[in-house]
């Protein structure tokens, strides 16, 4: 919705008086329009024109993400009226068809076949369903001939779309290779069960395969039914068990013992794999296993992942203390000599001391995406131990290979994002670091996060600071993003060694532990903060804390020392109008953005509405 010009009006006009058609569709906006109000109206013309103003580039960039909410929020809230208005612009036929059979009965059915064929492929999905081919039955009785008579339109399988239209699927796709998965919900495990019987009947046609055990039992079913017959068509395997007890779904005799030659994708979870399954002589190129029995020891792995050369993706995630390996020694191998020469991204979830022995024998010199999830339930005896030497020799030295030990090398990690664990449960946190300087074909992103319990929170901080001096994270990050809470970041002391750590931090944004930074940097004097250029606060109240009074003497104190301006902003901020204008007042602060806090919050008559 945009204000008119003449022109425009002149052709409104001019429609309303010639076409009937867009002339009721103008009466029922209009009639809309006088329902919802003057206010609505100018709310909804108020979103559209933030929204355009973010895209030519008005708003920073950390001010995308609310405006667009906000915006999208009013588009839904008054729906029925941008409804009204869309349809005012939409193209009609120039013509009316009569009272004749529609041409489409008169293409050829190979042609029609072929149509069917491609709209297999949109993704028209009710309840997790796959009903497109269903759908296409029920428009004539030619159409239901033409359409059991098409292979390739039943391809896929939905296996929760229950036993009839399983063995619909299956005869009517013939000899075409299927993808077999589950699209929604399994409500009734044993009639499940029978699809995925009839199913795996079908094993050496099938491409790709998606399927999840309930128990023992149904655990025990898949490893009988995936060794009945080869699947030499096979290019994706993902297996989810759910059981408390791990059973050998895929050994030896695994596809009738014979190797899955197509086989690139295999993700595997809660189920057990022994060593000398056939699926791991298949040329994989995606690797991914999460609490999985598996190996006994670090040679075992490491042999598992030597004749793995093509691998692109690895993922190991183990959280089970009864699943860790024995890494206490390793027998075959010396330090970088596993070859992993085609990998891109790495995920590593583990306890610190396996994740370290298992990076040690990787050659990843290609790697552009490394992830690191630690944990460790003996805190006292992972901090008296020679893990914190030995993360510096594995990870810093690995990291000073790539980018050199000089202070400033071009193309080191530039920021640094601060987040809770990788897991909705876990209670530590994760240190991602991203943004290279320059465009380069290497690591792009680095991740390391540990799940600590939080009554060790010196001990969290001491992994948290650990991690930061490596070079040259310390001399290279110039951006610090910590919008979350973190009971890690809540404190003085945390933020003076973060601040004493990264010299040259030039833009910071910060959470609910603002108070704790502003009072930290604050402490340090203006002169400390003189590389400072851009404060972004999410989500805090800043006269409550007080720090706004800190931050206007802070960077006033900076400017008078002749450094540039900082730009400051504020999201998702309760801020009354006139603590704006003493921010905007102050010399050594411009610009100042200040987006207000959801409309949950109220705001007074002079809030940052009348100044933003």
Same mark, same amino acid.
């Given at each position: 919705?945009?204000?008119?010009?003449?022109?425009?009006?002149?052709?409104?006009?001019?429609?309303?008086?010639?076409?009937?058609?867009?002339?009721?569709?103008?009466?029922?906006?209009?009639?809309?329009?006088?329902?919802?109000?003057?206010?609505?109206?100018?709310?909804?013309?108020?979103?559209?024109?933030?929204?355009?103003?973010?895209?030519?580039?008005?708003?920073?960039?950390?001010?995308?993400?609310?405006?667009?909410?906000?915006?999208?929020?009013?588009?839904?809230?008054?729906?029925?009226?941008?409804?009204?208005?869309?349809?005012?612009?939409?193209?009609?036929?120039?013509?009316?068809?009569?009272?004749?059979?529609?041409?489409?009965?008169?293409?050829?059915?190979?042609?029609?076949?072929?149509?069917?064929?491609?709209?297999?492929?949109?993704?028209?999905?009710?309840?997790?369903?796959?009903?497109?081919?269903?759908?296409?039955?029920?428009?004539?009785?030619?159409?239901?001939?033409?359409?059991?008579?098409?292979?390739?339109?039943?391809?896929?399988?939905?296996?929760?779309?229950?036993?009839?239209?399983?063995?619909?699927?299956?005869?009517?796709?013939?000899?075409?290779?299927?993808?077999?998965?589950?699209?929604?919900?399994?409500?009734?495990?044993?009639?499940?069960?029978?699809?995925?019987?009839?199913?795996?009947?079908?094993?050496?046609?099938?491409?790709?395969?998606?399927?999840?055990?309930?128990?023992?039992?149904?655990?025990?079913?898949?490893?009988?039914?995936?060794?009945?017959?080869?699947?030499?068509?096979?290019?994706?395997?993902?297996?989810?068990?759910?059981?408390?007890?791990?059973?050998?779904?895929?050994?030896?005799?695994?596809?009738?013992?014979?190797?899955?030659?197509?086989?690139?994708?295999?993700?595997?979870?809660?189920?057990?794999?022994?060593?000398?399954?056939?699926?791991?002589?298949?040329?994989?190129?995606?690797?991914?296993?999460?609490?999985?029995?598996?190996?006994?020891?670090?040679?075992?792995?490491?042999?598992?992942?030597?004749?793995?050369?093509?691998?692109?993706?690895?993922?190991?995630?183990?959280?089970?203390?009864?699943?860790?390996?024995?890494?206490?020694?390793?027998?075959?191998?010396?330090?970088?000599?596993?070859?992993?020469?085609? !990998?891109?991204? =790495?995920?590593?979830? +583990?306890?610190?001391?396996? /994740? @370290?022995?298992?990076?040690?024998? *990787?050659?990843?010199? #290609?790697?552009?995406?490394?992830?690191?999830?630690?944990?460790?339930?003996?805190?006292?005896?992972?901090?008296?131990?020679?893990?914190?030497?030995?993360?510096?020799?594995?990870?810093?030295?690995?990291?000073?290979?790539?980018?050199?030990?000089?202070?400033?090398?071009?193309?080191?990690?530039?920021?640094?994002?601060?987040?809770?664990?990788?897991?909705?449960?876990?209670?530590?946190?994760?240190?991602?670091?991203?943004?290279?300087?320059?465009?380069?074909?290497?690591?792009?992103?680095?991740?390391?996060?540990?799940?600590?319990?939080?009554?060790?929170?010196?001990?969290?901080?001491?992994?948290?600071?650990?991690?930061?001096?490596?070079?040259?994270?310390?001399?290279?990050?110039?951006?610090?993003?910590?919008?979350?809470? !973190?009971?890690? =970041?809540?404190?003085? +002391?945390?933020?003076?060694? /973060? @601040?004493?750590?990264?010299?040259? *931090?030039?833009?910071? #944004?910060?959470?609910?532990?603002?108070?704790?930074?502003?009072?930290?940097?604050?402490?340090?004097?203006?002169?400390?903060?003189?590389?400072?250029?851009?404060?972004?606060?999410?989500?805090?109240?800043?006269?409550?804390?007080?720090?706004?009074?800190?931050?206007?003497?802070?960077?006033?104190?900076?400017?008078?020392?002749?450094?540039?301006?900082?730009?400051?902003?504020?999201?998702?901020?309760?801020?009354?109008?006139?603590?704006?204008?003493?921010?905007?007042?102050?010399?050594?602060?411009?610009?100042?953005?200040?987006?207000?806090?959801?409309?949950?919050?109220?705001?007074?008559?002079?809030?940052?509405?009348?100044?933003?």
């Amino acid at each position: 919705m945009t204000v008119p010009s003449s022109d425009d009006m002149e052709t409104v006009k001019h429609l309303l008086n010639s076409d009937p058609i867009f002339k009721e569709k103008m009466d029922t906006a209009t009639s809309i329009a006088d329902k919802i109000g003057r206010e609505a109206l100018a709310e909804i013309y108020a979103a559209q024109s933030s929204v355009k103003q973010l895209n030519e580039g008005g708003y920073p960039s950390e001010m995308e993400e609310i405006i667009r909410k906000k915006a999208e929020g009013t588009f839904r809230r008054y729906a029925k009226f941008m409804g009204a208005m869309v349809r005012l612009v939409e193209p009609r036929l120039s013509g009316e068809y009569g009272p004749v059979e529609s041409p489409v009965h008169s293409l050829p059915p190979e042609m029609l076949s072929a149509i069917f064929t491609l709209t297999a492929d949109i993704p028209f999905v009710v309840d997790g369903q796959w009903w497109t081919p269903r759908v296409l039955r029920l428009v004539c009785r030619h159409w239901k001939k033409l359409a059991e008579e098409t292979p390739t339109l039943w391809r896929k399988v939905d296996l929760t779309g229950g036993l009839q239209w399983t063995e619909h699927a299956l005869r009517w796709s013939k000899s075409v290779t299927l993808d077999v998965r589950m699209g929604g919900r399994v409500y009734y495990p044993t009639t499940f069960m029978k699809c995925a019987e009839a199913a795996l009947e079908e094993l050496p046609r099938i491409h790709s395969l998606q399927l999840s055990a309930y128990g023992n039992l149904e655990l025990q079913a898949f490893a009988d039914l995936f060794a009945s017959q080869s699947a030499p068509f096979l290019a994706e395997l993902h297996f989810l068990g759910e059981s408390s007890t791990l059973v050998d779904v895929f050994h030896d005799n695994t596809f009738a013992g014979e190797v899955p030659t197509r086989l690139r994708v295999l993700s595997v979870a809660s189920a057990g794999i022994v060593t000398s399954s056939p699926l791991f002589r298949a040329p994989l190129t995606t690797l991914d296993l999460q609490s999985c029995e598996v190996w006994e020891n670090a040679d075992e792995l490491l042999h598992t992942l030597s004749i793995l050369p093509m691998l692109k993706h690895l993922k190991l995630w183990t959280d089970d203390d009864d699943l860790r390996i024995d890494v206490s020694k390793v027998h075959d191998f010396r330090p970088k000599a596993v070859k992993l020469l085609n !990998l891109k991204s =790495l995920s590593l979830r +583990d306890d610190i001391k396996v /994740i @370290l022995v298992i990076f040690k024998y *990787l050659d990843i010199p #290609h790697v552009t995406t490394v992830s690191i999830g630690a944990d460790d339930d003996n805190i006292d005896s992972f901090m008296g131990s020679n893990v914190l030497s030995e993360m510096d020799s594995v990870f810093g030295t690995y990291l000073t290979h790539l980018f050199g030990n000089t202070a400033t090398p071009s193309d080191a990690f530039t920021c640094l994002t601060v987040t809770s664990f990788q897991e909705e449960y876990g209670s530590g946190y994760d240190t991602l670091f991203t943004g290279p300087s320059i465009h380069r074909d290497g690591l792009t992103e680095f991740s390391v996060g540990f799940d600590l319990d939080p009554d060790f929170m010196d001990e969290s901080r001491a992994l948290f600071m650990r991690t930061l001096s490596w070079t040259p994270m310390s001399f290279c990050i110039t951006r610090l993003i910590a919008t979350e809470w !973190l009971e890690l =970041l809540d404190g003085d +002391d945390i933020w003076i060694q /973060i @601040l004493q750590c990264l010299h040259n *931090l030039e833009e910071v #944004h910060i959470g609910k532990s603002a108070p704790y930074f502003v009072q930290s940097i604050s402490a340090r004097g203006p002169e400390e903060a003189r590389s400072i250029r851009k404060l972004v606060f999410k989500g805090v109240t800043p006269l409550e804390d007080g720090s706004i009074d800190k931050v206007v003497a802070l960077l006033s104190g900076r400017h008078d020392l002749g450094y540039p301006p900082v730009a400051l902003s504020y999201i998702a901020c309760k801020i009354p109008g006139p603590a704006v204008a003493k921010l905007r007042e102050t010399a050594g602060i411009d610009p100042v953005y200040v987006h207000p806090a959801p409309p949950i919050l109220t705001l007074e008559s002079d809030s940052v509405d009348e100044d933003v």
